[in-house]
Structure formats: structure tokens, C-alpha cells
């Protein structure tokens, strides 16, 4: 069972348009939302958090939106450039002392010049 | 130093062969986490460590995967007799305590011929 959902498998835009990737989650008790952009032989680097408690939250060129009733959230990149160009990954954590992170299977962005 | 440090980063591995993967966290750094990352997909939970003590191992795919923390910092990944669907690339991560921000390492690629 897929516990986060992640889409779409890969996006091209065009440098300046704003790729948009959603995820969709089944588990109520998780409580902390990443998101992830991972480099070609590197390891995934955390470029933006959400907790539940709030709707949007922005940092930079990256905003996260999120809709609690509908459990789904998504990353937007304003005025997208190509050294965007990466796969990203939307991630969930439980609450408790359960602390791992549970990905999707990310999103292959291009972002052409 | 100044961020989670993996060797090696490459390893080729005959079928059958045991090998030891390592991880350096960020010092200080009170939770280790292991995950498994195969080709064109997100990263998967393996094992979790508060300090010296691994916490959560419900990850790990066989019995053939063992890993340690014997001094609450430096952390190694074991695979006995290694076979081809273990090869992926191994991340680590850690971070202050479980619920902050988890900072990976660019990983141990892993190929078993």
C-alpha cells in the first residue's frame, strides 16, 4: 500500500512557467510534509516543509499548498529556470516517536531554456 | 564536518559477498536514519536509530541486513551474502532529533554482479 501518492511521474516547462506536483496521502496521523530535490548522483535536499496546521507556506521561488480535508498537498516553483532541472520528491512523516520519512515516487522536472 | 558523510560511494559487490556500508552523521546529531533507494524511485525506510539505539528496524528487507550505531554516532549498514535485487543506492540521514529537519548523505551506490 502506497502510503503517499505522487504525481506526475515527470513534467517539462518551459524556463519561467510553473511546474506544479501534487501528492496525496492516506495516513491522518502524519504530521510533517517535505518536500525534496534530489541532483543526479546526490543525495535528496530538503528545500521546503508544511505542518498541517497551515494552508500555504512559502519560501523563495517555492510555495507548498495544502488541504487538510483533502489530504493532498503540492509544490509550485515560480518562474521556474533550468538549474531546476531534478526530480523531486514529496515525503510525509508520522507523529510520535515514529520519525522516518515515508517518500512518493517522485517527479522528474525539466526545465527547458 | 559539515555534513553527513558516506563511504564509499561506489561498490561493486560479486553475489554472495558480504559488505559494509558507512555512515558520519552531522555532529551531534541524535537520530540516524537508513534508507534504500532503487533506480528511478523514492527513498525507502530501512532502519532508525536514537543514538546507540536502533529504535525501528521494521525496514530492513531480510535478516541478511544488519545495521549498528555502537557509539551513538558513527553508523555502518551490513549486507551478508549479497544478491542482485539489493542493488540500489543506500542513503543515510540524520538530524538534531527525530522530529526536525533530516539532512542525507549522497549516498553508497551498491552493485551486485
Known amino acids: 500500500q502506497q502510503q503517499v501518492k505522487q504525481s506526475p511521474q515527470s513534467l517539462i516547462v518551459q524556463k519561467g512557467g510553473i511546474p506544479i506536483i501534487n501528492c496525496a496521502y492516506e495516513?491522518?496521523?502524519?504530521?510533517?510534509f517535505p518536500w525534496y530535490q534530489q541532483f543526479p548522483g546526490k543525495g535528496p535536499a530538503l528545500l521546503i516543509a508544511?505542518?498541517?496546521?497551515?494552508s500555504e507556506k512559502k519560501e523563495g521561488r517555492f510555495t507548498i499548498s495544502f488541504n487538510k480535508s483533502a489530504k493532498q498537498f503540492s509544490l509550485h516553483i515560480m518562474d521556474s529556470q533550468p538549474g531546476d532541472s531534478a526530480t523531486y520528491f514529496c515525503?510525509?512523516?508520522?507523529?510520535?516517536?515514529?520519525?522516518?520519512?515515508?517518500f512518493g515516487k517522485g517527479t522528474k522536472l525539466s526545465v527547458k531554456p | 564536518g559539515a555534513g553527513v558523510s558516506q563511504s564509499p560511494r561506489y561498490k561493486v559487490a560479486k553475489r554472495g559477498q558480504d559488505v559494509a556500508l558507512r555512515c558520519d552523521p552531522i555532529?551531534?546529531?541524535?537520530?540516524l536514519f537508513w534508507y534504500q533507494q532503487a533506480l528511478g524511485q523514492g527513498p525507502e525506510f530501512l532502519t532508525y536509530?536514537?543514538?546507540?539505539?536502533?529504535?525501528?528496524k521494521s525496514g530492513l528487507p531480510s535478516d541478511r541486513f544488519f545495521a549498528e550505531r555502537p557509539e551513538g554516532s558513527v553508523s555502518t549498514l551490513k549486507i551478508q551474502r549479497t544478491q542482485q535485487e539489493d542493488s540500489a543506492v543506500y542513503l543515510c540521514?540524520?538530524?538534531?532529533?527525530?522530529?526536525?529537519?533530516?539532512?542525507f548523505g549522497q549516498g553508497t551506490r551498491l552493485t551486485v554482479v
Open positions: 508544511i505542518r498541517p496546521d497551515v
Open positions: 495516513n491522518t496521523a502524519f504530521d510533517y
Open positions: 536509530f536514537q543514538n546507540e539505539a536502533q529504535l525501528d
Open positions: 540521514a540524520s538530524s538534531l532529533r527525530w522530529a526536525t529537519e533530516a539532512f
Open positions: 555532529s551531534g546529531h541524535v537520530s
Open positions: 515525503a510525509a512523516k508520522g507523529g510520535g516517536s515514529q520519525g522516518n520519512l515515508i
